[in-house]
């Protein structure tokens, strides 16, 4: 499938302060953009998602924002504690039923 | 919750040797993906399949094959090993629909090194 642009690959960020993480795709007809967290020694695990009639989806302190005009999607992680440390990795579907996955963010989150 | 676990955490093989990477999911599940990891390139899909013994290639299918004779189970195979199928190999699975739209359950991972 055609790639998404995932930045940056590296974030750090003093305890308590905000963490965002871009997304950028160019294929128009994906609707569907979910983000999976994967700590150390773990499978990915999804987090929130979001879907291309909708702007903005909150879900306590993580956010996710879409801008279907633009082709991107960001990750907002507000209050970061230290087990939000992790990689987080953002997707889009394509078509035949698959996932494209961005490269990755490694968040790390500093005492 | 849902279950998927693979066979290995970590393997070591030698290079030409055929390599057998397992997946089982315990939920019955429709669509079972398997994705290779390597540092800077995010995650990858060899394979996936929607059913029994249905099986579609995805981005990166070159040097594996998979098999999938029971619902619950779907297996990678490298059929000769190379040193540049040194990677970090992921399963997953997604209840039905597209798949594409549906959350995906991923095993541990199995961390394989060729030599």
């Known amino acids: 499938g055609e790639n998404v642009e995932q930045h940056p690959s590296t974030l750090s960020v003093q305890e308590g302060d905000s963490a965002v993480i871009k997304c950028t795709y160019s294929?128009?007809?994906?609707?569907?953009f979910p983000w999976y967290k994967q700590e150390l020694g773990k499978g990915p695990q999804l987090i929130i998602d979001i879907r291309s009639n909708v702007g903005e989806k909150k879900d306590q302190r993580i956010a996710v924002t879409l801008n279907k005009t633009a082709k991107h999607f960001s990750l907002h992680i507000t209050e970061t504690q230290p087990e939000d440390s992790a990689v987080y990795f953002c997707?889009?579907?394509?078509?035949?039923?698959?996932?494209?996955f961005g490269s990755g963010t490694q968040l790390t989150v500093l005492p | 919750d849902v279950k998927v676990t693979q066979s290995s955490r970590y393997l070591v093989k030698r290079t030409g040797e055929k390599v057998f990477l397992e997946c089982v999911q315990d939920?019955?599940?429709?669509?079972m993906f398997w994705y290779r990891q390597d540092p800077g390139l995010g995650l990858r899909l060899i394979y996936f399949?929607?059913?029994?013994?249905?099986?579609e290639k995805g981005d990166i299918p070159e040097g594996y094959s998979v098999s999938r004779e029971k619902k619950e189970r779907f297996s990678l195979i490298l059929e000769s090993a190379s040193t540049n199928q040194t990677s970090m190999y992921l399963c997953?699975?997604?209840?039905?629909?597209?798949?594409?739209?549906?959350?995906?359950?991923f095993g541990p991972g199995t961390r394989l090194t060729v030599l």
């Open positions: 294929d128009s007809a994906s609707n569907y």
């Open positions: 399949s929607y059913d029994v013994k249905m099986k």
């Open positions: 997953a699975s997604t209840e039905l629909g597209t798949g594409a739209e549906d959350t995906q359950y």
């Open positions: 997707a889009r579907s394509g078509s035949a039923r698959q996932l494209t």
């Open positions: 939920m019955d599940h429709e669509n």
